[in-house]
């Protein structure tokens, strides 16, 4: 009979070596023969996570509970796990025990504020993104997540302080842009909105939600009529309109929006 601890030691070999499949196996064996194995459980519910097979992963997380109620890491892990199933309100019944017990524990706030957040308890999800920000002041994970909320529950301000926050330490987060430009539209702030999604599109030409806002603004004559222009010629067909005030070189040059509404302006006067 093969020794529990060159079982378990072949396991770790196996994994430590990216052979996920045989290191279940040889775990899987462990299990068999002791199922009290805290070291199998929890490395049968990690790997199963790692390969995205989330309901071996919480079956394992769930008997390692069983046996060991108090083992805090397997309740974390097993609350990712419920959130990865979709099964949120059983995330966020986990992640409030663990929170409660252990308030320092940041990233428990933030997978109870995600599981929050896809249940559409706004605040609540809010409250729980705060709250990792005071476990942990330096989390731009918690700035992120929380501008995200504030931007659902029509905060635009609150989420463009911490967007622009974010950004001045990396201005090449994409998805940190495209949400601080939505957050522009939001305060009608188009100028610079339009400039995030130039942004966008520099760094992933093709971001289709930034595509589609930049051609929806930059084609909207209502939007062209409150920066002040004025009304086109009826004989005007839209692909003349398009080229005689630039927004079609705009489109394609998103460097030169400013000197595009310049140029709208400036008509505006001249008329």
């Given amino acids: 009979m093969v020794d529990k601890i060159e079982l378990l030691q072949k396991a770790e070999d196996y994994s430590r070596t990216g052979k996920l499949r045989k290191a279940i196996a040889e775990y899987q064996k462990v299990n ?18 790692t390969m995205g097979d989330i309901p071996k992963s919480i079956k394992y997380y769930e008997i390692l509970l069983e046996k060991n109620p108090h083992f805090s890491l397997a309740e974390y892990r097993l609350g990712i796990s419920y959130y990865r199933a979709t099964k949120f309100l059983k995330a966020i ?33 809010l409250k729980s993104f705060e709250a990792l920000q005071k476990a942990n002041p330096d989390s731009t994970l918690g700035y992120y997540q929380m501008s995200i909320t504030y931007k659902a529950l029509g905060k635009y301000e609150e989420a463009i302080k911490n967007l622009e926050m974010i950004l001045k330490e990396d201005p090449n987060v994409v998805s940190a842009n495209y949400h601080l430009g939505l957050s522009y539209l939001g305060v009608s702030k188009i100028l610079k909105a339009l400039k995030c999604f130039e942004k966008v599109i520099e760094l992933d030409p093709e971001h289709k939600g930034a595509k589609e806002k930049l051609s929806s ?4 004559q209502e939007l062209m009529y409150s920066f002040g ?21 705009t489109y ?20």
């Avoid at 068999?32 to 996570?49: M, R």
């Avoid at 004025?230 to 927004?247: A, D, H, R, T």
């Avoid at 394609?252 to 140029?263: E, G, L, N, R, Y």
Wanted: proline share 3%; aromatic share 14%; charged share 35%.
């Fill in 32 to 49: 068999e023969g002791d199922p009290e194995c805290i070291v199998a459980l929890i490395n049968l519910g990690d790997l199963f996570y």
């Fill in 93 to 125: 019944e986990l992640f409030d025990k663990i929170t409660k017990e252990e308030p320092d524990l940041f990233m428990a706030h933030y997978w109870k504020g995600l599981a929050y957040y896809h249940t559409g308890k706004l605040r609540k999800s």
């Fill in 217 to 220: 603004l930059l084609n909207d």
């Fill in 229 to 249: 222009i004025s009304s086109p010629k009826e004989k005007q067909s839209k692909e003349e309109l398009i080229s005689n005030y630039y927004i079609g070189e």
């Fill in 252 to 271: 394609k040059a998103f460097s030169v929006i400013d000197k595009a509404f310049k140029h709208f302006k400036d008509q505006k006067k001249d008329s």
